[in-house]
């Protein structure tokens, strides 16, 4: 856990609804881009062996690209949600990610030549709640056969099974700041 | 211009049909983390008296993100393409892009707080063709009275008119890399 993190989501973190946390002013719409730095720092010094960083477009996509540059440098790949013109279906790995903030489904991809057997991959991503973009990220891993070096969370929903779904398949998750529940509309934090 | 970058281009560039550009082996989808620093660099030295960085979901996030870095940390919106549920659109600016590389209009939203007449934002992209995207940006700071100190481009398609369409309205813009032209399925680079 990271105080710094658990400290501004508590002072600018609004809960939306039953269990919507937002945090646009400086997580996920506006950027710290200081306090980015500062979250790659934790998560990566959780995780050794990477050699590349895998996210999905497109709130991950800051989050693992400073966690790249932690890394050395490593290459950083965002899987795609939508087709554009320029991307070939059969030169692709995909999935299929339930988002459960927008309550839709979408086909993820990544391009075959950005996933390969000597990838020892971290995947980023600023929420983890039920586990379903992480679960559709180590799936493209696996139809790569790339070794999936752990999941390194900004905040995860703590309640909502995802970490267990993960570490059942025996992979590593790591998260910044663990949200235990949400009471009277303030999240508490672990 | 940057040579690195150019040399990329011709190495690994790829134009698909009469005038796509797929850069995805490193720009916009496997990331170059080490390039994105570096085009950041030089992107930044170009620019003075930034106080916020502004771009586009999602491609353009990285490499706002390292030009934010480059800024002392500075603060990092990206417009959002889709409405979520956590979107309240009394709340945002919102400003309608023509997507060339998609055939596709957007509507794009940044929430009212992120900008702001303080704000001396310099807005980064992936891609300049005919400057869509751009425009869309400066329209939304000139919503929110911020002052546009300027557009920086990792890519600038030169033929599609879009820096004169900024130039006109008194933008500065720079770009990392400029291609003139394509030319027998290959791109000829100023």
Same mark, same amino acid.
Do not use: C, W
């Given at each position: 856990m990271?105080q710094?993190l658990k400290?501004?989501i508590?002072k600018?973190?609004?809960? &939306?609804?039953?269990d &919507?946390?937002?945090?646009?002013?400086?997580l996920?719409? @506006?950027?710290d881009t200081d306090?980015v730095?500062k979250i %790659?720092r934790?998560?990566?010094?959780?995780f050794?062996?990477?050699?590349?960083?895998?996210t999905?477009?497109a709130?991950?996509i800051a989050?693992?690209l400073? #966690?790249a540059?932690y890394f050395n440098?490593?290459p950083m790949?965002?899987?795609k949600?939508?087709?554009?013109? =320029?991307? +070939?279906?059969? !030169? #692709?790995?995909?999935?299929? $990610?339930?988002s459960f903030?927008?309550? =839709?489904e979408?086909?993820?991809t990544v %391009?075959? +030549?950005?996933?390969t057997k +000597?990838?020892? #991959?971290?995947i980023i991503?600023d929420f983890l709640?039920e586990g379903?973009a992480a679960?559709?990220?180590i +799936?493209?891993c696996? @139809?790569?056969?790339? !070794?999936v070096?752990g999941?390194g969370i900004?905040?995860?929903?703590g309640? @909502?099974?995802?970490?267990e779904?993960?570490?059942?398949?025996? $992979?590593?998750v790591?998260?910044?700041a &663990? $949200? !235990?529940?949400?009471?009277?509309g303030?999240?508490i934090?672990?």
């Open positions: 990271m710094e400290d501004r508590l600018d973190g609004k809960v &939306i609804g039953e &919507i946390l937002k945090v646009d002013s400086f996920n719409h @506006q950027i306090l730095y %790659a934790y998560l990566g010094s959780n050794s062996g990477v050699n590349k960083v895998l999905i477009e709130s991950g989050y693992a400073a #966690v540059n440098n490593a790949v965002f899987a949600k939508s087709k554009s013109k =320029t991307v +070939d279906m059969n !030169t #692709v790995y995909k999935t299929t $990610i339930k903030t927008r309550g =839709t979408s086909v993820v %391009a075959k +030549d950005y996933l +000597d990838d020892k #991959v971290l991503d709640a379903n679960l559709g990220l +799936d493209l696996k @139809q790569a056969g790339s !070794t070096v999941v900004v905040i995860e929903k309640f @909502q099974g995802g970490r779904r993960l570490e059942k398949m025996g $992979i590593k790591e998260s910044a &663990i $949200i !235990t529940k949400f009471e009277n303030k999240p934090l672990k």
